[in-house]
């Protein structure tokens, strides 16, 4: 499949941080007791849906004027989903926009907290764990073909070991005595590869799998399914989620088109653990006596990719995206780690690219200047900060605004993605219908990806064409089940019809 | 420059570190 529909779901950990109790009067002591990422959750979470309701903006529900969604998800954690799109920098453009637009729903909602007097400062972690070992998700989603997805075992091997570029990093909650020794790193490369126990399942919130197999109709487009990770990290990282989308995708080409073998680990789940902690170590594989290492892995992957690329013709962004991986993986060759977790090497400056690699460079200088150890809760709450979507306290984006990281996109293209939809996807009609319906006489009801309803407040003249064609003379219901059409004048003609004739009544 | 950058985030990382804990800890 050449043409490819990709989109993210990330969750967001809200953090509530008190001011000392001697700073607060007593009687909000009382109500508000402790920092924290789990009390108080449910009212914040709720500030943040009224700052988005106060913002003006046009709205259908959950869903927005750029095509994408936010809501509150199980565990009052937000969530944004990216609209459809068709290219990897969309992909970027539009998971970022969602961290921007997350942060100045936070920073609403820090005035409505004062309003009704509450105490603190609302933080907003793109993460994906708290400190009392709750877990919440990165998901990515990929438009595939049934050929793809009755071989979705040959990516696998992929998606295990791809954590080593696209890991977000994390000092983890207790280090069991069996993970130490040689080539064991004092922190973890990934986030979510503790809380996965299967290769496929249907279950998101417990007995995890790589893949999730839950069947959501969300496109008919012919026969194509929807592919859903679930074990992915959250990234800062413009460059790194770049990766993770770009490599991922190039790997669904190739199965598709037949990738031939790849060595399967044997025990799938438990390297996906293990390499998170000993990124250098080798895993048994079927058929390979002395078995491979996460990197060897990943080799065997992009040698694949040289080949088929050789013999079939590459986009643009596919050609940037292999050569990407390329860069990647020789730097990640040649950096050096101390078994204290000190990067001692690191030639391909993986340090301004790589979260994983970022985080270990910036928890190392903190360390180093104020000689602490990694279980210190100074340098835990730091592991936190980077994830902080605040430019004001968050450690990658003040990373990024002193420009220590390497960003892969322009920032105007985030700013685009916050206010417009691709325009290339079924996003740019659902955007299209709501823009034109904000501020009319009439409800919009987005019940989920592939439709969109218009209910007129009034009643309109069951005289006019439209009225006449569907029976219905309040409503008009528009079907997007094809999510590569981002035109459809006749459609929209029908909306703007439909509504100028709701402004008449 | 380089130098200038890391300084920077010197100062604000020991800002963080200054403006800090107990959630933290409880995981031990």
Same mark, same amino acid.
């Given at each position: 499949m050449e043409e490819r529909i990709f989109g993210t779901e990330c969750e967001y950990a809200l953090f509530h941080q008190l001011p000392p109790p001697s700073a607060q009067g007593s009687g909000k002591t009382a109500k508000w007791s402790g920092t924290s990422f789990s009390e108080n959750l449910q009212e914040m979470s709720h500030l943040l849906v009224c700052a988005l309701r106060g913002q003006n903006r046009p709205l259908a529900g959950e869903f927005l004027a750029n095509g994408g969604r936010f809501y509150i998800d199980r565990g009052s954690h937000p969530e944004y989903a990216t609209p459809e799109c068709r290219s990897v920098a969309d992909v970027i453009a539009h998971e970022k926009a969602g961290d921007r637009l997350v942060q100045k729903l936070v920073e609403e909602a820090g005035g409505l907290m004062a309003e009704k007097d509450i105490p603190g400062r609302l933080h907003a972690f793109k993460n994906n764990h708290d400190p009392r070992g709750n877990t919440y998700g990165s998901h990515e989603n990929y438009l595939v073909s049934p050929r793809a997805m009755e071989k979705i075992q040959q990516i696998i091997p992929f998606l295990i070991t791809r954590q080593i570029f696209a890991g977000a990093g994390k000092i983890p909650h207790l280090a069991p005595p069996a993970f130490s020794g040689e080539d064991w790193l004092p922190f973890a490369v990934s986030q979510r590869a503790d809380f996965v126990e299967h290769?496929?399942?249907?279950?998101?919130?417990?007995? $995890?799998?790589?893949?999730?197999? $839950?069947? $959501?109709?969300?496109? $008919?487009?012919?026969d194509n399914v929807r592919l859903h990770v679930i074990l992915g990290d959250s990234n800062m990282s413009e460059y790194a989620l770049k990766l993770k989308i770009g490599t991922t995708a190039l790997v669904l080409r190739m199965i598709e088109d037949g990738l031939g073998d790849i060595p399967a680990f044997l025990q799938p789940v438990q390297a996906l653990k293990v390499i998170s902690r000993r990124p250098a170590g080798v895993h048994a594989v079927e058929g390979a006596g002395s078995g491979h290492t996460a990197l060897e892995v990943q080799s065997i992957y992009l040698e694949k990719a040289l080949g088929y690329f050789s013999s079939h013709a590459a986009t643009g962004e596919e050609k940037a995206v292999l050569c990407l991986w390329e860069t990647t993986l020789s730097g990640l060759k040649n950096l050096r780690i101390s078994p204290s977790g000190v990067i001692e090497d690191d030639p391909g400056e993986l340090s301004r690219k790589l979260d994983w690699v970022i985080k270990a460079w910036l928890l190392n200088r903190a360390r180093e200047k104020k000689n602490l150890d990694w279980s210190d809760p100074h340098i835990k709450h730091l592991d936190f900060r980077y994830h902080d979507l605040d430019p004001e306290t968050g450690l990658f984006e003040r990373c990024a605004s002193l420009g220590l990281v390497d960003r892969v996109i322009e920032e105007e293209a985030i700013l685009l993605a916050m206010e417009a939809p691709p325009h290339n996807t079924r996003a740019r009609l659902r955007g299209g219908i709501i823009g034109e319906a904000w501020g009319k006489d009439v409800e919009v009801l987005v019940e989920n990806w592939e439709s969109i309803r218009i209910i007129a407040k009034s009643k309109v003249d069951g005289m006019h064409p439209f009225a006449r064609q569907r029976r219905s003379v309040n409503g008009l219901k528009a079907n997007l089940n094809d999510p590569f059409e981002g035109c459809n004048e006749a459609l929209l003609k029908r909306v703007r019809r439909f509504l100028d004739k709701c402004d008449e009544v | 420059d380089k130098k200038k950058q890391l300084q920077q985030l010197d100062n604000f990382i020991e800002g963080v570190l200054q403006e800090a804990l107990e959630e933290f800890k409880q995981v031990e």
């Open positions: 290769v496929l399942s249907d279950r998101a919130s417990d007995a $995890r799998g790589i893949i999730n197999t $839950r069947k $959501r109709e969300i496109t $008919r487009s012919g | -």
